[in-house]
């Protein structure tokens, strides 16, 4: 899939646009920080690195998933070590895998 982004992104033109096919928990610290994270699978807990990698101000947009199956769409907001989080709308997303998923982390 980041292939065929990559190539698409190229065929149209687009620039200074970066892609990365890894493990999303742990974000691209390489990058960091961020003005806006989005996160498009669901995760049962906001992964630390990637509230760390946010610039002061900085936004992650990402699905909770809570035990039951339910999953709501959540905005984080860093602002300095205040960390503060607000719940948009129900949604339903593919369940992120990796380290997330760890039987230490469900």
């Not at 990058?31 to 992650?60: C, M, R, S, Y």
């Not at 809570?66 to 593919?94: E, H, N």
Request: net charge positive; proline share 8%; with cysteine.
């Amino acid at each position: 899939m980041s292939a065929r982004a990559t190539s698409n992104l190229k065929t149209l033109g687009c620039e200074n646009i970066h892609i990365k096919h890894a493990d999303g928990y742990f974000g691209w610290p390489q990058h960091a920080p961020f003005d806006a994270v989005i996160i498009t699978a669901a995760a049962n807990h906001v992964p630390p690195p990637l509230i760390e990698q946010l610039k002061d101000g900085g936004k992650l947009i990402m699905p909770l998933a809570a035990p039951g199956g339910f999953q709501a769409l959540t905005i984080i907001t860093r602002t300095g070590d205040d960390i503060k989080s607000r719940v948009i709308t129900g949604v339903r997303f593919v369940p992120m895998t990796g380290k997330t998923m760890s039987p230490a982390r469900r």
